[in-house]
């Protein structure tokens, strides 16, 4: 007999939560149960598309009896007292990334999770995908050698889509290093399978109209000997997607469209309206997603192979010539579906999850790291 799905519940119908939804529709073992964002606009198109309940307050869905586990994809600065309103009731977890905007809050989220005796999930980032995953049982497998090095880089619009003022501040969770660098970092560690153990960061805010760190690269040493570059660029110049086949971050096909963003920005006069209306349920499509999700050019250097994550899987790269792997495909939305996988994985087979609290608080400490390497020109030791 099939195990009964999980019922989910979804805090915030933003752009993470629209995503989450199309997901949990799509995946076989999750039933999506109701939703819940302070704005209407959503709400109605999300009762509209699936018939379910949208409640005004996150509060609502803690005080399901039928929903097990609940989503949360509201603003950062939300998730550690969201996710002690989940706990509270009981409730599983998904927090988006990043867990917390400091140590003291992720340290707190850690403690309810382990005091409610729930699961608690830290996603999605981009070290789900299917991709990533193939990437690391080939790594783990240790048929190409040694790991020595990954080297990721990304270049996207980040900086010029629309924003809220708290989105361009980094003290308040603006910026790569809380947006779009702990999904790197995600990845390295999935990959490197051992602990970060130092960090060197260069960041820097170049548009003083939008005075949050936009570009970056770091490197990150690993327990095992292996070590992580990471680089972002989110100015809206080149694009990485034209190096991976006109492939857009989620798996979609794109057309290239250089500097658009910050063309159309130009002519937005309310921004922070525009960022939370253009992202909402029912604003934004669900794409086909003809590849993979990815975030940018991956390669990890093996002491007998180069892994080069590619639009349907890796590209391996040694003496024999190029091998493509593909990674298995299934309907839905992957990346998100093996976040939903997981959560199915720990309630009904009892598979405690590789990014739990402990993971994503780790991942936070490499984030923090960066900031202050970057800030104080020095490594950065992590005990
Ligand atoms: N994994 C990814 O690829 C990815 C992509 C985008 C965003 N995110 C993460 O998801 C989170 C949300 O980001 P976003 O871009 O979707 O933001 P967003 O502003 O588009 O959406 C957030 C939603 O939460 C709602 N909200 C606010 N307070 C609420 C409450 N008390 N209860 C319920 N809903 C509430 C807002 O009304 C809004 O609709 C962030 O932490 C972000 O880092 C992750």
Partial sequence: MEPEKVRLGIAGLGMAGAVMVHAAR??????????????????????????????ADIAALCDDPS?????????????????????????????????????ADAARIVELADQAG????????????????LMRRMIASGAHGRL?????????????????????????GGGIVFNQMPHQIDVARVLAASPARSVRA??????????????????????????????????????????????????????????????ALA????????????????????????????????????????????????????ATGVTQHDAERRPGVPGRAEVLDDLVAALRQGVAPLQDARWGMATLRVALAMLTSARERREVVLD
């Fill in 148 to 172: 020595g090095l990954i080297a990721q880089w990304n270049y996207t619009n980040y900086l010029y889509r629309p924003r809220r003022p708290e989105e361009l501040d980094t003290a308040r």
């Fill in 67 to 103: 929903i097990e586990a609940i989503y949360i994809a509201t603003p950062h600065q939300f998730h550690a007292a969201h996710v002690a309103l989940a706990a509270a009731a009981g409730k599983h977890v998904i927090v988006e990334k990043p867990i917390a905007l400091d140590l």
């Fill in 202 to 263: 260069h960041l820097l805010a170049l548009d003083p109209a939008r005075p949050t760190e936009a570009l970056g690269s770091a490197m990150i040493f690993f327990d095992n000997g292996a070590a992580a570059t990471l680089t972002y660029s989110g100015h809206d110049q080149f694009d990485a997607d034209e190096l991976h086949g006109w492939v857009a971050e989620s798996g979609a096909l794109k057309s290239p469209a250089h500097g658009a963003a910050r063309r």
């Fill in 26 to 55: 799509a995946h076989p073992a999750i039933a999506l149960v109701a939703a819940a964002d302070p704005h209407a606009a959503p709400r109605a198109a999300f009762t509209a598309d699936t018939g379910l309940a949208a409640h």
């Fill in 118 to 133: 729930i699961t608690l999930i830290v996603g999605h980032t981009h070290g789900f995908d299917p991709g990533v995953r």
């Fill in 267 to 318: 002519s937005v006069t309310a921004e922070a309206t525009a960022r939370t209306e253009r992202f909402a349920y029912g604003a934004t499509a669900n794409p086909p997603r003809a590849h993979l999700p990815h975030f940018g050019m991956l390669i990890a250097t093996c002491a007998h192979a180069d892994l080069r994550a590619t639009p349907d899987g890796v590209a391996v790269y040694d």
